[in-house]
């Protein structure tokens, strides 16, 4: 699949979970399971955000399964019935995480920009653009940022068979490895939409489950301004920060890093990555 056909799909889909109600989303996803309606729209392109925390949207956040401790297999990795939201700890530790890349377009920017305050982050690549790409996935080992798994061609796996679930994961592990030399030990759900299968074959795979708490909405281009004043809003001990650096335009999403960055660390802010605790 070319990359240009494959943000086509991305965004089309993407739009249509957005849009769905409270039943249509309940009815995609888990049948009798409830969800609230989806959150008001972001402000306008170039509006200055409400000081208030940001609201994460519940579609991307709530898990599909009950909540419940998680059932650990000897010596594996836990098959967890939610995704991890925080960073535990003590400390002012903000985690930033990027989806969708590699892109050509703007990775290296964010890793400059990174580098430039000696910051490391997270970035969880699809498959299908580290394929092209692996020499971005390789600066990105290099220079300290984690890489996590976030699919090979970024679909919506609650519609998908245990088979192809696994394939998609499985296959991004192996191009990860190839490029540099490490598996992924985290795995972040397109859209946000997890389910059993989900978290029993990413455990399977070594990995543990990572979702977030302040969404910046930035793959809707709401303005650079907008994206700023969420992650300030949002900012807070143990919060992970979700933003994008592929899958469209990611102009705002970079400069808006380049704004919010130095901001954070001036406030006594540690931007750091989770570390894995092994059984």
Known sequence: ????????????????VVSLGAAGVAAVFAPGIGYRAAPAPPPAAGARAARRPLKPSEYRLRPLTGYGPPHTPRGGTPVRREPLLRVPGHGRAVVLSFDDGPDPRYTPHILDILARYEVRAMFFVCGEMVAHQRDLVARMTDEGHVVGNHTWSHPLLTRLRSGRIRSEMERTSDVVEQACGERPEWFRAPYGAWNRATFRIGAELGMEPLAWTVDTLDWTEPGTRTIVGRVEDGAAPGVVVL?????????????????????LLDSGYHVTVPRRQYV
């Open 1 to 16: 699949m070319q990359k240009d056909q494959l943000l086509t799909r991305r965004r089309a889909l993407l739009a249509g």
């Open 243 to 263: 933003s994008h650096d592929a899958g469209g335009d990611r102009s705002q999403s970079v400069r808006a890093l380049r704004a919010y960055l130095p901001g």
